[in-house]
């Protein structure tokens, strides 16, 4: 039965993990990191992201406009753009690995201590990845609610507000350790399983030995 739910497993754990390293490109690109309500004109919503801050308009569509330089940035969103690139290299480092260790791969089916060695490199790899989707949204996060509860701020001055793009980070990191942790189960769970089945052999082939030899005259 364990021979038969390891690669339903493993392909779960693939399936979750590419979800995850999917939603983290995703969240690196969107412009709705921050969203700003203006009170005095309901009509525009303004958002700003990692590379890029845009006004919506309800009859205007979006326009957005690209940050001019790195360096003035806020120091959040500058670190928040290296660690996202990290997170996408890491989570693509991740899925190749693990590609070549699943079982249902026939790939170097006969070395199966490298396929193992692979696929557990590769789920820590998806962990490494969510770990580093998770810091710099929930960084940007805390410090939207700092700006948001400042009290040396005026009442008058808009505030910012949480997009949607820390959201699809938050489960994209979610995706990438719950994938990274199925692989690593079922890689887990294999290594107890070569010797039950030898043993198993071992065992029907001692049987038939003895109905053999009971057999003869």
């Given at each position: 039965m364990a021979l038969v739910c390891r690669p339903r497993a493993q392909l779960s754990g693939m399936l979750v993990s590419l979800l995850g390293w999917v939603l983290s490109c995703l969240t690196t690109y969107l412009p709705q990191w921050k969203n700003l309500n203006l009170e005095l004109n309901e009509l525009e919503i303004w958002t700003m992201g990692l590379w890029q801050a845009c006004v919506v308009q309800e009859e205007g569509g979006m326009q957005c406009k690209d940050f001019d330089s790195f360096l003035a940035l806020p120091p959040e969103l500058r670190i928040s753009r290296i660690l996202m690139f990290v997170s996408n290299g890491l989570g693509l480092l991740g899925l190749l690995l693990s590609g070549f260790g699943l079982d249902c791969l026939k790939i170097g089916g006969r070395q199966q201590e490298l396929k193992k060695r692979l696929l557990l490199l590769g789920g820590m790899f998806f962990w490494m990845s969510g770990i580093t989707v998770i810091v710099p949204v929930s960084w940007v996060a805390h410090s939207t609610v700092q700006e948001f509860w400042d009290e040396s701020i005026p009442d008058i001055v808009p505030r910012w507000d949480f997009g949607e793009a820390l959201?699809?980070?938050?489960?994209?990191?979610?995706?990438?350790i719950l994938g990274g942790s199925l692989l690593n189960c079922t890689r887990c769970s294999t290594e107890g399983l070569p010797s039950s089945v030898h043993l198993?052999?071992?065992?029907?082939?001692?049987?038939?030995?003895?109905?053999e030899t009971e057999s003869r005259p």
């Open positions: 959201f699809i980070g938050w489960l994209a990191g979610f995706c990438l198993a052999a071992a065992e029907l082939q001692e049987q038939c030995q003895r109905l």
